[in-house]
Each structure stands twice: as C-alpha cells, then as structure tokens.
C-alpha cells in the first residue's frame, strides 16, 4: 500500500458531542482499539469494526510506503518510506528492542 497523504485525526468518533454523525473523508487517519485505520473514500457512521467493505484499512497489519517530505507518524516495522526531499528509501527495522529507519 503507498500513502502520499494523510490527515490525523485522533481517536474514532461516531458522532459529534451534538449527537451528528461524523464523515470521515479520503486519507483521514484514526485510531480505534489500539489500531490505526485510514479512509479509503468518505466513511459516514461506519465504525473501522467494518474494515475494507466499508472503506477502513487497517494500517497495523498492512506493509505500507509512504511518499513524505518527513518521517511518517507512528510506523511499524517493515514499512518503507520515501524521502519526497532527498528521494532516499528508508525501511523500518527492530534491532535489539530498538526500532529505527535503515536507508536502502
């Protein structure tokens, strides 16, 4: 999977504290029981429970590139980044209980 962009926005709501249901649109990135989803297309009411067939991808279990001018917000080993800036390719690895970026 390759992600170019991204809009965090915390935690997963179904609605609004005045009781509206909340739209999430293409690229929002949530987190929902201790996983983290992005947005596939506009999501509305449809809880990350529902996975693909709603549009919520679960990024914990997916190899994921990301194309970033910075480092990407909470990787997990194995992912790849693509540095926009230098154009350097990065794979996350874990080395003695240590996780860091190893260019390629």
Known sequence: MKITEFNFVG???FKTPTGSVIQY???DVVY???QTYIAS???NGSSPDLGERVGWIC???KQ???????PPFYPKVGDEWLNKSTGILYKRIKNEGSEYWVEL
Do not use: A, H, P, R
Request: no cysteine.
């Open 25 to 27: 649109n293409k690229y």
């Open 11 to 13: 935690d997963f709501k």
């Open 64 to 70: 994921v590139l990301y194309e970033l001018d910075e």
């Open 41 to 43: 297309k506009t999501i």
């Open 59 to 61: 990024l914990s279990k």
């Open 32 to 34: 929902f029981k201790e």
